[in-house]
Structures are given as C-alpha cells and as structure tokens.
Nanobody, 112 residues
C-alpha cells in the first residue's frame, strides 16, 4: 500500500499563503484521483480538492479561487497551494486516494 507523508503546514496569519506537499512512498502514476482532505477540530474530515488525471481539478466551494491542487508524478508528490487563508481553514490536512491509508497529516493554523 502506498504511504503518504504530508508537510508544509504551519502558523500563518489571515490572508497569508502556504504550500503543502504530499510525498508518496511509491509511484502515483497509476493513481487516477488524488485528493487533499482536512479535518478541523470537532468536525468530520472533508474533501477539499481533488485532481484526476494530470490536470482536471475540483474544489469544495469554500476554497474555490484560493486553493490550487497539482501533482508531479515524476516526484510522486501532490501539492496544495493555499492563498488568502482564513481562520476557518485551520485544520489538519491529509492527502489520499479512495481506499488508501491515511498519513499523519500536516497542521495548518490560521491565526492573528
């Protein structure tokens, strides 16, 4: 099973930016759909962004226009560029594909 290691989280002020990375333990070329998920305190995990194939992307409404998901199959890595961050973006962020194992995630805290 592919394992993922997420990184790039941290403390950022509202309006700031972060770029998250998700590196897989093996090739992700055969994984058609990869997603970034997040889980805020006291809430269920939700799908934030998804990339199918190389370029087709989908986003939950709350992040449209602010987040961008991308993938580099040669590096076995999926990225999430997050701009104009808001307090409500505070959460642990994970990457995964349907049926995959969950990693530890990376914590994003938006605070002034």
């Amino acid at each position: 099973q592919v394992q993922f290691v997420e990184s790039g989280g941290g403390l950022v002020q509202p309006g700031g930016s972060l770029r998250l990375s998700c590196t897989a333990s093996q090739s992700i070329r055969s994984i058609y759909a990869m997603g970034w998920y997040r889980q805020a305190p006291g809430k269920q995990r939700e799908l934030v962004a998804r990339i199918t194939g190389v370029t087709k992307t989908n986003y939950t409404d709350s992040v449209k226009g602010r987040f961008t998901i991308s993938r580099d199959n040669a590096k076995n890595t999926v990225y999430l560029q997050m701009n104009n961050l808001k307090f409500e973006d505070t959460a642990i962020y994970f990457c995964n594909y349907p049926g995959g194992f969950w990693g530890q995630g990376t914590l994003v805290t938006v605070s002034s």
